[in-house]
């Protein structure tokens, strides 16, 4: 079984104090109309951390109301783009400044590491600002070539008021990755976060407020999807819906979309990732990668490389050192900076991925290492992998969202190809060889929004991210993204006497 951390947390790190468990709206934090709240649970215990106000239809209401007001008549959309970014810098600055706060914040409301929010997700999130910062003032259209006597040219305009929808596996980042571009392109929005992990989102509101972003361009309501979700996806005064979650979800969203004003609908959803590993790989590499590509935030990431795709020349030696591997790896709390995994972000998701792994085990599959839960509290499991499984099994087929790698062996790089398309997911994949024909061949052949060739989870801010068939549409981060946030509008005049079209 893998290693369990049993390091006293207090000599690591004190405890954050939570200072916002109200709704952020128009600038301030107020109590939900209905005066209801509800726990954020400390997955590394199953203690209540908090209670946090409940939003819900009335809330949001009330925060798509500030927004367009501030859209409408505020001065955010009317600045210019430098001015813009010259406050989002601010903004980025202050999120550097706040970093252990946040990355605390994460920790003890989504079982993320501390050592990683501290060292990546919280410096990450500030250069995402800064980028979309950057690019602020450099939104423009172009002067187009008309084929009679008229005189064209577009203009790129922000959408209006948006609706971001962020999961819980990632609070700091997909709020920034939501947010960020939004800003830049001149919008305003409420912001969703996940009834899980809702803390860090407020606090983002509170600096936000500091770094001088207008009362009513950013706003965040805390609550439950079913409610305070279904309400900014139905609602007739919100211009776009950003969504990252589940497949599931997102045809919920979609749907209410279409069914109230057609609002703009973008969808980061679900994956089954598969990692490629080809015969001239270099084995130990090749391990690391695909342990990290499952193991990664407990597994709890949409591109999670859950199907590893090994051929036959190195296989058994494969097999062999990532089991070694496996049963090393450190779960512990996520406040030690010995843990390589912390807990499962709650106890749904803790008895949904224990579930699937009984799936593999009664359904054929062979249990390689793993599979069992860690520890008297909390939630957390083993790093699990299954041999001997095949495409048509649910642990293949499935999204888990948890430390759970399907490894199977392949003989040629059709036959790679195929399976690694075999799934109706298309978010990312990865591919592990010296030979440049077959990294851009195999590239090539995957349907899925991301390749990543002798490396994984290689995220850019300049890189733009998305999937294919049910993982979703639309991209986050580079240019793509900031022009999801941006109508395109074509002005045409007449030309009368001119020397030339």
């Known amino acids: 079984m893998a290693e369990e951390s049993n390091g006293s947390v207090e000599k690591h790190l004190e405890i954050p104090e939570i200072k916002f468990t109200k709704l952020f709206i128009n600038g301030s934090f107020v109590d939900a109309i209905s005066g209801n ?82 060292m990546l997700d919280i410096p990450q999130s500030a250069q995402l600002l800064r980028y979309y910062a950057g690019a602020a003032d450099k939104i423009h259209g172009e002067t187009l070539k008309m084929s009679r006597e008229l005189f064209g040219y577009t203009l790129l305009e922000p959408v209006g008021v948006v609706g971001h929808i962020i999961p819980w596996n990632f609070p700091t980042t997909m709020f920034f990755m939501k947010a960020s571009p939004a800003l830049a392109a001149g919008c305003t929005m409420v912001v969703k976060p996940a009834e899980q992990t809702p803390l860090s989102a407020l606090y983002c509101g509170h600096l936000a407020k500091l770094a001088g972003i207008p009362d009513g361009v950013l706003n965040v309501v805390t609550g439950f999807g079913a409610k305070a979700g279904a309400a900014m996806s139905s609602h007739m005064d919100i211009d776009k819906i950003s969504f990252t979650g589940s497949t599931e979800v997102g045809r919920i969203v ?98 949904k991925i224990l579930s699937y792994i009984e799936h593999g085990k009664n359904g054929g599959a062979t ?15 083993e790093p699990t992998i299954f041999t001997d499984v095949t495409e048509d099994m649910v642990v293949v087929k499935d999204e888990i969202f948890g430390p759970v790698m399907s490894l199977m062996k392949f003989k040629t790089v059709e036959e790679a190809i195929e399976r690694a398309n075999k799934t109706r997911y298309g978010l990312a994949a990865g591919i592990v060889t010296k030979d440049l024909n077959i990294a851009n061949r195999v590239s090539r052949s995957i349907r899925a929004g991301v390749i990543w060739v002798n490396c994984y989870f290689a995220f850019d801010r300049d890189c733009p991210y998305g999937g294919y068939k049910m993982s979703g549409f639309g991209r986050d981060m580079g240019l793509e993204a900031l022009h999801k946030y941006l109508h395109v509008k074509s002005v045409v005049t007449p030309l009368y006497n001119s020397p030339w079209l």
Do not use: H
């Not at 390689?368 to 499991?381: C, D, R």
């Open 254 to 351: 979609m749907k209410a979309a279409a069914d109230s004003n057609l609002k703009v609908v973008s969808l980061e959803l679900g994956g089954k990732s598969p990692i490629m590993i080809f015969d001239d790989a270099d084995v130990d590499t090749a391990t690391d990668l695909a342990l990290l590509g499952i193991l990664f935030n407990k597994g709890e990431i949409c591109v999670a490389g859950s199907r590893v795709y090994v051929q036959e020349g190195i296989y058994d030696e494969f097999e062999r050192k990532i089991a070694e591997k496996a049963k090393n790896w450190v779960v512990g709390d996520p406040f030690d900076p010995r843990s390589q995994q912390g807990p499962q972000v709650d106890k749904k998701q803790f008895e």
């Open 367 to 381: 249990l390689l290492t793993g599979g069992k839960a860690v520890g008297e509290k909390g939630y957390y499991i």
């Open 37 to 118: 709240t509800f726990d954020t649970i400390d997955p590394r215990t199953g203690d209540v951390i908090a209670k946090v106000a409940e939003g819900d239809k009335e809330d949001i209401d009330m925060a798509v109301k500030a927004a367009r007001d501030a859209f409408d008549n505020g001065k955010w959309p009317r600045m210019s783009g430098a001015e813009r970014g010259k406050i989002m810098m601010k903004f980025a600055d202050l999120v550097d400044q706040n970093t252990n706060e946040l990355a605390a914040l994460d920790a003890i409301d989504g079982g993320k590491l501390l050592s990683w929010g501290k």
